[in-house]
């Protein structure tokens, strides 16, 4: 990624899905948006740590998504496409306070 600010995600690996891994993204000071594709089937705790210049996340498919703290073991909240379809909500959802939590896509 090094010092891009708008970064899109592959749309596959190998013509499959695949996890963002925990922390991939944190305590990186450049990135202001990310394009989500819709082969993603999770994103890791802390993914976006630290990532205070995050304004926009894109998820190019934005139904069936979870988050749950500390990978499924306190609760599992559902977040409805009404969030995740508003780049700028979808990013404030990935930062913050909301960072140790674990995405799920169906």
Not at 43 to 63: A, M, R, S, W, Y
Not at 71 to 97: H, N, P, V
Request: net charge negative; glycine share 10%; charged share 25%.
């Amino acid at each position: 990624i090094g010092g891009e600010s708008e970064v899109t995600l592959p749309s596959s690996f190998g013509g499959k899905a695949y996890d963002i891994h925990d922390y991939a993204f944190a305590c990186n000071k450049n990135i202001t948006s990310i394009t989500v594709p819709g082969c993603v089937s999770a994103i890791g705790t802390e993914c976006f740590k630290e990532v205070t210049t995050l304004e926009k996340v894109i998820f190019e498919d934005h139904e069936g998504w979870t988050r749950s703290y500390n990978y499924d073991k306190y609760g599992i909240e559902t977040i409805g496409s009404d969030i995740l379809s508003d780049q700028t909500k979808a990013a404030k959802y990935m930062t913050g306070d909301a960072t140790p939590y674990y995405w799920k896509k169906g």
